[in-house]
């Protein structure tokens, strides 16, 4: 890398003892004052930070949905602590009016904060989405605090907006690994996970004290780091919704024609649709998918991903080309695991069924194919199987084993893996949706059903 070159070249290890070595020679000619005493740093007292922050709220992964189409309209708060207590404004701080925005005059006394005046930023929302990328920074003087509130929403122009995830940024204690981090003034991922699901990435910097030419090397690799990153993400952003919809659309083609209802039942929109036991192209619905009919349905897709692939391994180095590769076969097993059970919390979709035998074994054709075509043989750019058979690929393979497996049976399963500390959650998932879309179930099964789930949540949450 050039950087390293230029590093090398310039000795930087050595510039920055000497200007160590100047800062330290100066310090103690520099006659400490009461004023230098008080510019203690923003990391010095033991359960509160403080200080000029840049935060970036990147994206957000797998948001509740809580629309009736299995979606949302997210976007991202976040907030001070309700009665976060502001210090009176120090007239030597420049930075300090940056707190008062929503106040008419800055204290002169200590104020206690609430409401809206806590509100540190605010995305705009993505419509129609549960993993939307924001990609916005904000810049904000904090009093001092222990930690941050992090929300998500989702937009509603009607009513009020729904909550779909909470959490806290903990920046409290000397021993707090994030507060450490801070502490070089350089910028840093924070992945957070968000109750009751989904996970997102907030970039934090705590800005800098004293910059000598070796930290502008470090923050230079991180800023090229987070470039490659975020250039991956884009990448793979490209691709993954042509991905995801062939996905959908090889599964969808498997399943049961909807029987014709009367005219009066269409009409008024009312008795329950039934479906009948052949997909459009005549097949019966428990008959599997050959390997033949699986790789006629695919090839489009396998093409698709071909000829794009080919073009970013022709620009790309060996290493970023890889990285492609890997996280398009991670979009994948995404797609799957949405196509055969939906999220843990949220609304299922009204559109969403419970998917027939030979919808299942297209699944299982799919990852089989993809996953040869992401080996190549183990040549080139091909990714290794120990990479390919993660613990994702392998619950999915597990999932499809048990899809239609007697339900007590499935329930069981899981309640031991819970109990020895291996929870299958994508059990509890598949129970959740056979409980609402199985047709045959009776009226007593489906609520026995939902009395089950509704407590292994309540197990999961006490957890």
């Known amino acids: 890398m050039k950087l390293d070159e230029i590093h090398s070249m310039m000795n930087v290890a050595s510039l920055a003892r000497t200007q160590a070595d100047n800062r330290a020679t100066l310090a103690q000619r520099k006659k400490k004052s009461p004023t230098t005493a008080k510019a203690s740093s923003a990391l010095d007292e033991q359960d509160k930070v403080h200080g000029a922050f840049r935060i970036e709220l990147v994206y957000a992964e797998n948001v509740k949905p809580v629309t009736k189409n299995g979606l949302a309209n997210p976007f991202m708060v976040v907030r001070l602590p309700d009665g976060t207590v502001v210090p009176p404004l120090e007239t030597d701080d420049p930075n300090a009016n940056s707190f008062f925005s929503k106040i008419t005059a800055a204290p002169s006394v200590p104020i206690a904060l609430t409401g809206n005046a806590c509100e540190l930023a605010r995305t705009r929302p993505v419509f129609d989405c549960i993993n939307p990328v924001w990609e916005e920074s904000f810049s904000m003087l904090l009093p001092p605090v222990s930690h941050l509130d992090v929300l998500i929403y989702s937009k509603n122009l009607i009513s009020n907006n729904e909550l779909c995830g909470k959490t806290i940024i903990d920046l409290s204690g000397r021993l707090s690994r994030l507060r450490q981090k801070l502490a070089d003034h350089h910028t840093h991922d924070v992945y957070i996970e968000f109750a009751p699901q989904g996970r997102g990435l907030v970039r934090m910097t705590l800005e800098g004290e004293q910059e000598d030419v070796e930290y502008w090397f ?9 470039t490659q990153n975020d250039l991956l993400r884009g990448l793979t952003t490209k691709v993954s919704p042509y991905l995801k919809e062939m996905m959908a659309k090889v599964i969808k083609e498997h399943e049961g024609v909807a029987l014709n209802r009367g005219f009066l039942q269409t009409a008024l929109g009312t008795g329950v649709t039934q479906y009948s036991n052949q997909t459009a192209a005549g097949v019966a619905i428990d008959l599997a998918v050959t390997p033949a009919e699986a790789d006629t349905a695919m090839s489009l897709l396998t093409e698709y991903l071909n000829k794009n692939l080919e073009l970013l391994c ?15 076969w991670e979009e994948v097993l995404n797609d799957v695991e949405y196509v055969l059970i939906p999220p843990l919390y949220g609304q299922i979709e009204t559109s969403r069924r419970y998917l027939n035998k030979r919808q299942v074994s297209m699944c299982g054709w799919a990852l089989n194919i993809l996953r040869s075509f992401f080996h190549a043989d183990g040549e080139a750019l091909g990714l290794p199987y120990r990479v390919l058979d993660n613990r994702k690929y392998l619950d999915l393979t597990s999932l499809m084993g048990v899809y239609f497996d007697d339900i007590v049976r499935i329930k069981r399963e899981y309640e031991l893996s819970f109990v020895y500390g291996r929870e299958k959650e994508m059990l509890v998932r598949l129970v959740r949706l056979r409980t609402e879309k199985q047709e045959e179930l009776t009226p007593s099964e489906r609520e026995e059903g939902r009395k089950w789930v509704d407590v292994q949540m309540t197990k999961r949450k006490d957890r």
């Open 218 to 226: 470090r923050k230079s690799r991180e800023k090229l780091k987070r």
């Open 314 to 328: 022709a620009n790309l180095s060996p290493t970023m080309a890889h990285e492609i590769i890997k996280r398009l």
